[in-house]
């Protein structure tokens, strides 16, 4: 018997109905803040590795914006505009500030909400209000890990209702948003699968920005354009940062092969932790309970590494009253770096 369906006539259940016929919607162009890597009225994303520069960077153009100079290797340049700059990671008078002035930024120009009482998330609604407040061309979000919100970056579902209020206002505003990012470390993988967390962070922004330290360079890194939607990726960026940026030149990079230039002498605990379970599972599935007590024993705590387990999205599943931690499928079947590690745990 078929289940019986309820009317969908009632009044709590319609839904109003607008059906738009493509040739009433007019053609409208692309506007850019920084053709061919930032446009108006999208997401894009900047990512790298801790120690790369990618706050810097931000910094540099929201300097630059602020004050009507024309972005790295552009021709013109646009008038003054202002930037709302939100960090959940460094201090904003004695980190933020000082490198804006280092910068020689337009200070008046550059806004950010405040967050002490009550931290911001994507569908927060003073995010447009603010926006539309000051009339911001730029809005920065330093690290997207912070403003995502309590959501999963790994279940494609939750990214997609966390995105989508973000995607709505740049569009409403016509506010380009630039989203710094951490890169996850999986190896030998398209460029695309380094940004952190579910596939469709990658797939839903219009342009993604890759930041290194090349292999070598004390000062050098390279800024790499890895996706474009609306148009062709641009060349790579290469700039020298000390206390400073300054441009030096652009270069031609495969996306899918950068990630060989870049290097890095700056480690985290997390990233060594990362290093390390890569390492550890690239012989095989080790239990939850022998990984903590092998980091216990390097000093990294288990909260670290449980955000390490995250960021590789490593699995976990039972085997008996055992809890078991593999590789996901693409870390599988790579390059063995496992450098006699069978003596080193108790498996």
Not at 11 to 34: F, G, R, T, Y
Not at 83 to 94: K, N
Not at 240 to 257: F, H, M, S
């Amino acid at each position: 018997m078929l289940e019986k369906r309820s009317n969908p006539s009632t009044p709590e259940e319609k839904k109003p109905l607008s059906i738009i016929p493509m040739d009433s919607v007019k053609i409208a162009p692309v506007q850019w803040l920084w053709y061919p890597y930032i446009p108006f009225g999208k997401v894009t994303i900047l990512q790298g590795d801790p120690g790369c520069g990618k706050t810097m960077l931000a910094l540099n153009l929201a300097a630059r914006i602020s004050n009507g100079e024309a972005l790295p290797f552009c021709n013109t340049a646009l008038p003054p505009m202002p930037v709302l700059y939100q960090t959940a990671e460094d201090g904003i008078d004695d980190t933020i500030k000082p490198r804006l002035v280092e910068a020689r930024a337009n200070c008046k120009n550059i806004l950010f909400i405040d967050e002490c009482s009550d931290p911001l998330c994507f569908t927060d609604e003073r995010i447009e209000a603010a926006i539309r407040q000051v009339g911001a061309k730029l809005l920065i979000l330093d690290p997207m890990s912070a403003y995502i919100g309590d959501v999963s970056m790994n279940q494609a579902n939750e990214v997609r209702s966390s995105f989508r209020p973000l995607y709505e206002v740049a569009s409403a505003t016509g506010c380009a948003i630039l989203i710094v990012a951490h890169m996850n470390k999986l190896l030998g993988t398209s460029a695309l699968y380094r940004t952190n967390g579910s596939i469709d962070i990658a797939g839903s922004v219009r342009s993604i920005l890759s930041v290194g330290k090349r292999k070598g360079a004390k000062t050098e890194r390279i800024m790499v354009h890895i996706k474009s939607n609306l148009a062709a990726v641009g060349p790579a960026m290469i700039y020298e940062l000390t206390d400073k940026i300054e441009w030096t030149r652009q270069e031609d990079v495969n996306p899918d092969e950068l990630f060989s230039l870049f290097g890095s002498d700056r480690k985290t605990k997390r990233s060594q932790a990362e290093d390390e379970l890569l390492r550890l599972l690239s012989a095989g599935d080790k239990p939850a309970t022998a990984i903590e007590q092998h980091f216990q024993k390097q000093g990294i705590s288990y909260r670290t590494v449980t955000e390490a387990k995250k960021s590789l999205r490593i699995l976990s599943y039972r085997k008996g009253n055992q809890s078991m931690w593999s590789l996901p499928p693409e870390l599988r079947n790579k390059e063995d770096c496992t450098g006699g590690i069978e003596d080193e745990l108790p498996f």
